[in-house]
């Protein structure tokens, strides 16, 4: 098949090997690339049975058809792995320019198993690749890194470092690609998993070329699309995606204080929102390879706390977690923040997700001053949530309870801190209110990955989108529950067609559609797949994410969202805010995915999708 390089790496850090593999093109018209094939290497590797901080667990880089070729967005690539924070399945997205780099070096995707003898990195350019020493590089931050790495092998390299975060085996701990652009791998733990291996980087550089089958079909197509998509997306490019906060407190779908807040945060949303920063702190912005909308901002502040904060600026849910869920409304604290956990490389918004936490029990009582090293946790105070961020990255005093996430450090410090703990099987919620999107308390529940709002983009398909190649055909009221579980299903299985061909879910709101995504598909591969077949395969993809999980333990019963989120209303006045009627649209999920009663996946259903081996394995072990 044209659009791929035939190559991935297989790196064993334990025996220092490398070898190279060559998938069939049978295995890859079954799971096209990204997060699909890797879902598919780590089942046939029984990755599940594994401890995640384990030397076997497996970390894999991987891209897609679409990298290193002119469609839309093309520049991402996916982590996927097994998580230590929630002992599941584990993949996160990354755009940058780190995936098409790996492309033109030669290769598809990186396996890595095993664990260095002492800290190391891997230098990948033009075909081959190196095992590096790293011990000069280790407990150096991530930009540190990526400069330094630059310096000894090329300027135009582009590395995927840990920092500090990673290196401590923060849960939290994400893999930064792209230097001080710090586009981010950031949810489930990936930057422990790489810590782990004491492997502090992978710097990639090359020029080889993608062959594509149909260049210039591509690039008609592409051209066509372009256009609109900058137009669209105009907002995107002036204030990023934090540009929507302020309106989505006035929806009352921004969260508040930890989940419970009920009162209106007009001003305070109104100082954080992505308006405000563009007038206080925005100096440029910068965009993904192939990308026309460039949403990434560069900010620069002076402050009397911080000195000089410049660089990467924080998106949506670094706003939002570490500005109303704390009710912190210092700008400057949060951009504070925000370069500390790119720095230190640990996800945002689980990181922000437990500094409310801590800032609840400790107005509860439940942690006092002699817990927190006098620190003083109450809401609001931006100094403090700021000295949190580095503690838990540093794993020092309550940080290193916090470190392993909400609901481990809930179960540790007990004293019934786990009913503020808001989590979807370990993961911490991302910063869209379920009350305000009835979707979401579905999506947290079902994703494969625990709680996460791009596993479907539900909330998008109720503000906004349609998808009429699977019968989303018109945007839905949020606060209906009608249909819910099935938009919820439906969303998941066709969204995970850009986690594996590796193209940005924004393009969604530019008006790109399935039908562009199988034309660009086509056009790089030279196959002729139809639309029924190219939406398979994202179901196929998603049921092995399932059986993966229900491999590693994890039981439907834990299909849930906290009790807060069911039973709390937000009603203060002018928010449209309901309670969502979970286990009625759990059920309707259920029935969608074609798995039985009580959440499990059927042999007709498995069976329909190819997936009869895997479903022996299944059947074999459960029975």
């Known amino acids: 098949m044209k659009g791929y390089m035939n190559k991935v790496i297989n790196v064993n850090l334990s025996t220092e090997t490398i070898e190279s593999i060559q998938y069939d093109d049978n295995l890859l018209k079954k799971y096209i690339g990204g997060s699909g094939l890797a879902t ?11 401890e995640p901080l384990s ?6 880089f991987m891209t897609g058809p679409f990298a290193n070729t002119p469609a839309l967005t ?36 990186i396996i890595v198993e095993g664990c260095a003898k002492e800290p190391v990195y891997l ?6 690749v190196e095992i590096r020493k790293a011990n000069h590089l280790w407990g150096k931050d991530v930009f540190a890194t990526d400069e330094l790495i630059k310096a000894e092998t090329n300027q135009k390299a582009v590395t995927a470092c840990i920092g500090q975060g990673g290196e401590n085996l923060c849960w939290m701990a994400s893999i930064i690609n792209d230097g001080k652009s710090a586009r981010a791998s950031g949810r489930c733990g ?34 066509n699309i372009a256009k609109q998509a900058r137009e669209k997306l105009a907002g995107l490019t002036t204030h990023g995606t934090s540009g929507g906060l302020f309106s989505f407190e006035e929806m009352g779908t921004l969260p508040l204080q930890n989940w419970k807040g009920r009162e209106r945060w007009t001003e305070g949303a109104q100082a954080i929102t992505g308006a405000t920063m563009t007038e206080k702190a925005f100096t440029g912005n910068y965009g993904c390879e192939g990308c026309v909308v460039r949403c990434g901002r560069e900010i620069r502040v002076e402050d009397d706390r911080y000195g000089t904060i410049e660089g990467a600026g924080p998106e949506y849910e670094t706003l939002a977690g570490f500005g109303s869920l704390c009710l912190v409304s210092d700008l400057n604290a949060i951009l504070k923040a925000n370069d500390l956990c790119n720095r230190y490389g640990i996800d945002t918004i689980s990181t922000s997700a437990c500094v409310s936490f801590a800032m609840e029990a400790f107005e509860r009582g439940i942690l006092t001053t002699d817990d927190t090293d006098g620190l003083d946790l109450t809401w609001g105070n931006a100094e403090a949530m700021v000295t ?21 450090a809930a179960q540790t410090i007990g004293k019934g801190s786990e009913e503020y703990a808001i989590h979807s099987h370990g993961l ?15 999506e947290y529940a079902m994703s494969a990955r625990g709680a996460c709002h791009m596993s479907g983009v539900t909330h998008g398909f109720e503000r906004a989108l349609t998808m009429p190649e699977v019968g989303l055909k018109e945007v839905p009221d949020r606060l209906s529950t009608d249909k819910k579980g ?16 590796k193209a940005c879910k924004l393009m969604m709101f530019a008006g790109v559609t399935l039908t562009d995504l199988l034309t660009w598909y086509n056009c790089i591969t030279g196959e002729t797949v139809s639309m029924d077949e190219f939406v398979k395969t994202g179901e196929r993809t998603y049921n092995l994410k399932r059986l993966f999980n229900l491999q590693c333990g994890i039981h439907p019963e834990e299909d849930k969202v906290p009790d807060r989120i069911l039973t709390l209303p937000k009603d203060a006045e002018g928010w449209g805010t309901k309670l969502p009627p979970f286990e009625e649209m759990r059920d309707e999920y259920y029935k969608t995915q074609e798995w039985d009663e009580k959440g499990f996946p059927t042999r007709s259903t498995l069976e329909k999708l190819g997936l009869q081996e895997e479903m022996e394995t299944y059947f074999g072990t459960a029975e």
Request: hydrophobic share 40%; net charge positive.
């Open 428 to 442: 911490e919620f991302p910063l869209h209110d379920p009350r305000g999107y009835m979707t979401c308390s579905i």
């Open 190 to 223: 990936t930057g422990a998993v790489m810590g782990s291996k004491k492997l502090k980087a992978i710097a990639v550089h090359g020029s080889i070329k993608t062959d594509i089958y149909d260049k210039a079909g591509l690039q008609s197509s592409v051209r």
């Open 123 to 128: 230098w990948v350019s033009e075909g081959n």
């Open 55 to 60: 030397p076997e667990n497996l970390l894999i």
């Open 486 to 501: 099935e938009l919820t299903a439906k969303a998941q299985n066709v969204v995970g067609l850009f986690d594996s061909l």
């Open 388 to 408: 949190l961020v580095e503690w838990i990255a540093e794993k020092k005093g309550i940080g290193a309870v916090l470190a392993k996430g909400v609901r481990k």
């Open 74 to 109: 093309s520049g991402r690539h996916t982590v996927v792995t097994k998580s230590p924070s929630t002992g599941m399945f584990a993949e996160s997205d990354a755009g940058g320019r780190w995936g098409g780099t790996l492309k033109r070096a030669g290769f598809d995707g």
């Open 40 to 50: 598919k290497i780590l089942w046939d590797r029984k990755i599940y049975e594994v």
